[in-house]
C-alpha cells in the first residue's frame, strides 16, 4: 500500500522562518525541512495501480501558480486535546480552488471526496497523547500569533508518499508538476 498526499511546499526562506517558531513546546514532534508542506489534498492508502492512475489524473490538474503569504499560527485538537501547532496561510482562494481541482481529479477515479473542510495551513508539530502542555501551548500561540510573511510564489504540486517509522514520518516525491 502506498500513503499518499498532495501538497505544495513553501521556497527555502519561508521554511526557515518557520523554523524558527519550532521552540517553547517540550516534547512536541517538531516536523523537519523535509517535512514541511502545505497539504493540497490527503489521499490515504492505495494499492499500486491506484497510485498509478492518480499520478496519471493529478498530471491532467491545471492551475496557475499559487502566491501566498504565511498568516498566523494555530493548533487541531482532537476531543479537547491539542494534537497539532500549525502556521496558517493566506489567501485561500488560489488554494481552495486547487484543492477542488485535485478533489474532483480523484474522485473520477473513484475515491472518496474530501470529508473535511479545507483549512490551508503548514503543520509545524505534532502533540503526544497524554501530554499536559496546555500553558506552553498558549504560550508559543502567544509568541507566535503575529507570524507573517511578505507574499511567495509556489509554482510546483508534489505527490508525496508518506513512510510512518519510529522517528515520525519520511516523505518521498512520487512526482510533481509545473503549476500553469
Same mark, same amino acid.
Given at each position: 500500500?502506498?500513503? /499518499? %498526499? ?11 522562518? #518557520? ?10 514532534? !517538531?516536523?523537519?525541512?523535509?517535512? /514541511? ?38 493548533? %487541531? ?8 501547532? !500549525? ?7 488560489? #488554494? ?12 473520477? #477515479? ?8 479545507? #483549512? ?19 504560550? !508559543? ?35 510533481? !508538476?509545473?503549476?500553469?
Amino acid at each position: 500500500m502506498h500513503r /499518499l %498526499f498532495v501538497a505544495l511546499r513553501p521556497p527555502p526562506t519561508v521554511r526557515a522562518a #518557520l523554523a524558527a517558531t519550532m521552540d517553547g513546546v517540550p516534547q512536541a514532534r !517538531w516536523q523537519d525541512d523535509d517535512q /514541511l508542506h502545505l497539504t493540497v489534498r490527503y489521499i490515504g492508502p492505495v494499492d499500486g495501480r491506484m497510485a498509478e492512475d492518480i499520478v496519471l489524473a493529478l498530471g491532467h490538474v491545471h492551475a496557475p501558480p499559487v502566491e501566498v503569504a504565511l498568516s498566523g499560527v494555530g493548533a %487541531f485538537d482532537k476531543k479537547g486535546r491539542v494534537d497539532a501547532l !500549525w502556521a496558517g496561510v493566506a489567501p485561500h482562494d488560489a #488554494l481552495a480552488a486547487l484543492h477542488r481541482k485535485v478533489d474532483h481529479a480523484l474522485v473520477r #477515479l473513484g475515491l472518496a471526496p474530501e470529508g473535511r473542510a479545507y #483549512l490551508p495551513h503548514v503543520t509545524l508539530a505534532r502533540i503526544s497523547r497524554g501530554a499536559g502542555f496546555g500553558l506552553e501551548i498558549e504560550r !508559543w500561540r502567544a509568541t507566535h500569533g503575529g507570524l507573517a510573511s511578505q507574499p511567495f510564489t509556489i509554482e510546483h504540486m508534489t505527490l508525496f508518499e508518506s513512510h510512518l517509522g519510529g522517528e515520525g514520518a519520511r516523505y518521498d516525491v512520487v512526482e510533481r !508538476w509545473r503549476l500553469d
